[in-house]
């Protein structure tokens, strides 16, 4: 079984990364976060950004979005 995603499934992750990148910049803050689920609690967002903000920016790029939300 392969690790990455491919051919679909990597198109559902861009639709759905895209959803959640509101200004269109190809990351994903917190506050965009926030504003498509605003009903996250707080310390779900910390845990996001602890686990999947890989480089430390405060912000997520795609392939940071992947590995967070890709189970195979």
Same mark, same amino acid.
Request: charged share 40%; no cysteine; net charge negative.
């Given at each position: 079984m392969s690790t990455e995603p491919t051919g679909e499934r990597l198109a559902e992750l861009r639709r759905a990364f895209a959803a959640i990148d509101a200004d269109g910049d190809g990351f994903i803050t917190e506050a965009e976060f =926030? $504003?498509?689920f605003p009903d996250l609690p707080a310390e779900a967002i910390g845990s996001l950004n602890r &686990? $999947?903000?890989?480089? !430390?920016? !405060? =912000? +997520?790029s795609f392939e940071? +979005? &992947? =590995?967070l939300v890709y189970r195979g």
């Open positions: =926030r $504003g498509h &686990v $999947g903000d890989s480089d !430390g920016d !405060g =912000r +997520f940071e +979005f &992947v =590995r």
